[in-house]
């Protein structure tokens, strides 16, 4: 009598056991596989099941490549600094180191509930000192490489968060954390030169194996174009305006100019009878973000008063300032060619500035245009170059202009440089002491880390400055290169500096003399897998990509890029919403995992939906899953002990199973596996039925493929399948081709292309023996003359009669 399935008992059998003997061993022999979960800032609410989808998918990920013969590095860890750990914590009223440690503890004991076979030996947290001082030790080595430096500039500013925000963390218009409306505000900011690895970062796309999307979203931020820089003399005076264009063959249609705001020459443009708006219009622009002022639909500007002269057509052109140009990106300024840019053309049609043609789509001139023509073509209007292709003109034109010294042919890119300083005191101390002799100077290493100090009050100022700048015994210091008086640097580093980089840590946490020493390294990384959101597309993905091309240059690691291959699994929503407490549609996996077990909850996290896309929960999803669970449990349970002898079809079921099984995993169609699997149950079911039995090494091979999915119950059942060996001590199943074969194939029977009837034969026959068959199954409707015989190879035979 089969013993039924208590998920309670058996689960807790099997964490003991595993306890004592884990299934990921490294005996020296097996190579190394590196799957790796981006890491969670433990949020006071906890897990819910939406964060469970991305930890199961690298859990069954992981088992399936232990089975295949690796020894998987699959560790976890905290990414404990920054806002939403802060914000948490005054949202509670208490200490951010307080408040922090106790989710870590509450989220770690939900994790465990998984049953992944991370390696908390290798665990890290961002906020330990033995974490961050290789943060600080990154930095130090990227000031003195010269990629660090400090910059007074308009920065995007969340009133809410009292803190600087980089372009990054800023979406639609709001703060990506708290979803306040963003302003800009004029801070001193340390920065990082990102853009000095914009090429690597965009050509090396090419080595990885990610979704094309991740890819392209990069590939956009990136944003890297060809064009010219041309001069445009301010009207009356020695001064110019330099453009940033990709259009320089468009030059002869340029009819204005467009500053930001912000442009260093925005107010002295200013004419006096424009002085006042132009003023009013500039601290305006400075209450936008950048992103509303992009995705404003109504072209705001004003007019400065002055003119430069288009240095072809030597005509003088207004000069205004709009919102829609952005200071940090080109030069902050544009030539406006309204009759080929449709931004250009509102702005020129709202301000009745002239349109001037310059290309045509069959080299006549348009005299009623009534929207952009942005269209390859015929140049008009144009002096020498009338009759060009516009398209050769693109490509020529740069090298014209800077044969007759009026620009230069140049590349430009949208990626800006990372804002990295933040004015807030959750996070990394920024190693640098501001000497008045020496400038800035870099903490010593040996002196690093540069502790975090301990205060009561860490709510933000929002003066523009970080809550450390009031602690004198703190700030006041002396400089490591003279000896004088000198201040700490007092703001902090944004969440992003510790997750740029942690990935490396995982595999050597333990030493305090490098980042990671170099045998490891070698030995150990990159990741192999990379498992989380899209939503971190360009942030961290593009960080650590930075990060890691840094290390490489600086001969930390051997490699240069981290990730090797990425998967971003889709979120999990309930009620049409993505999961959030403010929402109410948070679901807990807690009280899941008690009525059904961890395995069910597994296995229906994979069932909901394909793992790359969003789905929608359901709690009563789970009841056919368990139900799936229990059916197989009884199947073995009832069969492990009668010896029946393989048939032919189980055989082929056997071999059928292992191959859709695989080929779904392989391709991460993991909802297709579970689905598979109850087919494959129900197969079994019916072919003991038929048969009095299931083969052991069937039922084996089962509980095998299974184990990566459901790991307790694939246990319990191959030690009542008389093994005292775990079953991640096996190998993943082979399958073989011809056995998955049908014997016997049913064919067609067709006369002049009307079935007659069926006909099976073997599956070896030759085209003679089927059509012999076919003839006889059909004789007593076969009349007439034959004039032609057809077979389709395993389908059907047509016989055509007269």
Known sequence: MSTPYNHKEVEKKWRKHWEGHPVNVQDGKKPKYYC????????????????????????????????KGYYIIHPMGWDAFGLPAENYAIKMGVHPSISTAENVANIKKQINEIAAIYDWDMEVNTTDPNFYKWTQWIFVKMFKAGLAYEKEMPINWCPSCKTGLANEEVVNGECERCGASVTKKNLKQWMLKITEYADRLLEDLNKLDWPEKVKKMQSDWIGKSYGAEVDFTVDGTDNAIRVYTTRPDTLYGATFMVLAPEHAMAKELATKEQQAEVEDYIYKASMKSSVDRLQDKEKTGVFTGSYAINPLTKKKIPIWLSDYVLADYGTGAIMCVPAHDERDFEFAKKFEIPIVQVISKDGKEDPEMTEAYTEAGVMINSGDWNGMNSDKAKQEVPDMLEKMGIGKKTVNYKLRDWVFSRQRYWGEPIPIVHCEECGPVPV????????????????????????????????????????????RETNTMPQWAGSSWYFLRYVDSKNDKELVSKEKAHELLPVDMYIGGVEHAVLHL???????????????????????????????????AKMSKSKGNVVSPDDLVNDYGCDSLRMYELFVGPPELDSEWDDRGIDGVYRFINRFFNLVSEHKDKNTKATEEMIKLRHRMIYDITTRLESFSLNTVVSGFMEYNNKMIDLAKKGGGIDKETLETAVILLAPFIPHVSEE???????????FENTWPEYDEEKMKDSEIEIAVQINGKTKGTVMVAAEASKEEVLAAAKEAIS????????????VPGKIVNIVVK
Request: hydrophobic fraction near 35%.
């Open 717 to 727: 059942l191959w030690s009542q399948l008389g093994h005292e060996t775990s079953v």
């Open 36 to 67: 790796l979960d981006m890491f969670p800032y433990p949020s006071g609410s906890g897990l819910h099941v939406g964060h469970w989808r991305g930890y199961v998918i690298s859990d069954v990920w992981s088992r399936y490549k232990i089975l």
């Open 444 to 487: 010593p290493e040996e002196e690093l880390p540069l502790l975090l100090p301990e205060v009561e009050k860490y709510q933000p100022t929002g003066t523009g400055e970080s809550p450390l700048a009031d602690i004198h015994e703190w700030v006041n210091t002396s400089c490591p290169t003279c000896g004088k008086p000198a201040k």
């Open 542 to 576: 593009l960080y650590s990509r930075f990060y890691t091309k840094f290390l490489y240059d600086i001969g930390v690691v051997d490699f240069e890029e981290p990730f090797t291959k990425l998967f971003n699994q889709g979120m999990i929503g309930k009620n049409g």
């Open 780 to 791: 007593d409707k076969l009349t007439g003359s034959i004039i032609k015989e057809i077979y």
